[in-house]
T-cell receptor, first 114, second 115 residues
Framework: DAKTTQPPSMDCAEGRAANLPCNHSTISGNEYVYWYRQIHSQGPQYIIHGLKNNETNEMASLIITEDRKSSTLILPHATLRDTAVYYCIVRVQGYGGSQGNLIFGKGTKLSVKP | DTAVSQTPKYLVTQMGNDKSIKCEQNLGHDTMYWYKQDSKKFLKIMFSYNNKELIINETVPNRFSPKSPDKAHLNLHINSLELGDSAVYFC??????????????FGEGSRLTVL
């Protein structure tokens, strides 16, 4: 079972920031928080990951609370193409083939509306 | 060029048949995976290969047999297909190293329908 809890769906207006929450209250000290998204009929796409510091890349920002029990993925200026299911995943950053053992939950279906 | 490519994209077949899905990655990655996404949209790992060596083999019926002829290819063979095998199968790859990012690159998926 996934170790994260996400709202099943969210709406966001085009051009506005989309803030997607994730609860991971049982996260261990060596577990990272990963975010992936799946646009309809496509394969999942990596977005960002972090351990305890906030992270930012060209796609999004990841804000992790100080106690690490929750995090928020921020899409600063959502577009219609950001409509997708967003998955929050926690796992140990493994090596070799074990790093790919990602446990996907139900995710949050984000709908960006014009 | 597509980084991780799967063929076929769609596959419709009868129960009891044997079928294969092919996967190729041109990213130079050492590790490849097969994931299954069922009708409820849950995505779960099936197999993981690192440099042609099986690393992860989740609880998957032995009718499913992955084959990795080289580290750029990981094919999935399914024997005696059953209705419950209907799903979308995703191939993925990653490059583990001293400081792995955890980033997986997924293919577009192969939708298998068993009638």
């Amino acid at each position: 079972d996934a170790k994260t809890t996400q709202p099943p769906s969210m709406d966001c207006a085009e051009g506005r920031a989309a803030n997607l929450p994730c609860n991971h209250s049982t996260i261990s000290g060596n577990e990272y928080v990963y975010w992936y998204r799946q646009i309809h009929s496509q394969g999942p796409q990596y977005i960002i990951h972090g351990l305890k510091n906030n992270e930012t890349n060209e796609m999004a920002s990841l804000i992790i609370t100080e106690d690490r029990k929750s995090s928020t993925l921020i899409l600063p200026h959502a577009t219609l193409r950001d409509t997708a299911v967003y998955y929050c995943i926690v796992r140990v950053q493994g090596y070799g083939g074990s790093q790919g053992n990602l446990i996907f939950g139900k995710g949050t279906k984000l709908s960006v509306k014009p | 060029d597509t980084a991780v490519s799967q063929t076929p994209k769609y596959l419709v077949t009868q129960m009891g048949n044997d079928k294969s899905i092919k996967c190729e990655q041109n990213l130079g990655h050492d590790t490849m995976y097969w994931y299954k996404q069922d009708s409820k949209k849950f995505l779960k790992i099936m197999f993981s290969y690192n440099n042609k060596e099986l690393i992860i083999n989740e609880t998957v019926p032995n009718r499913f047999s992955p084959k990795s002829p080289d580290k750029a290819h990981l094919n999935l063979h399914i024997n005696s297909l059953e209705l419950g095998d209907s799903a979308v199968y995703f191939c993925a790859s990653s490059q583990p190293g001293l400081r792995p990012t955890g980033e997986l690159f997924f293919g577009e998926g192969s939708r298998l329908t068993v009638l």
